[in-house]
């Protein structure tokens, strides 16, 4: 038996989304932030409250909060939204984000 590909990290699964989140959250409206990478629409969260402001400075949208919420509760929400959006996306690096798919 060849053991080679088994001894190779699986992509993605060595990484793993914090117990709990930061969304931006405009109450006005009642929408999260979101967000789109390399064509795929997400569910913008970050690991934490500081990095949810910059990106809501960086993107340029006033009047939002910040809402804690569990991993499983962003999920729930991620799934809510409307399409395109089928993604929950970890944004700490916007260069690199994960990608954690819920529909």
Known sequence: MDTRAIEQPLLGL?????ES???LYH???DRYGCYRYDGIHGLA???DEAGAFRFAE????????????????AREIAKDR???VV?????DDMAAPLIHYVK
Not at 14 to 18: D, K, T
Not at 87 to 91: G, Y
Request: aromatic share 10%; charged share 20%.
């Open 58 to 73: 960086f993107i340029d949208l006033s009047g939002m909060t910040t809402k804690k919420v569990s991993f499983e509760e």
């Open 87 to 91: 993604a929950l996306m970890l944004l």
């Open 82 to 84: 409307p399409k395109p």
């Open 27 to 29: 109450p006005a409206s």
């Open 21 to 23: 989140l930061h969304l």
């Open 45 to 47: 969260c970050f690991s």
């Open 14 to 18: 060595e990484q793993e989304f914090p």
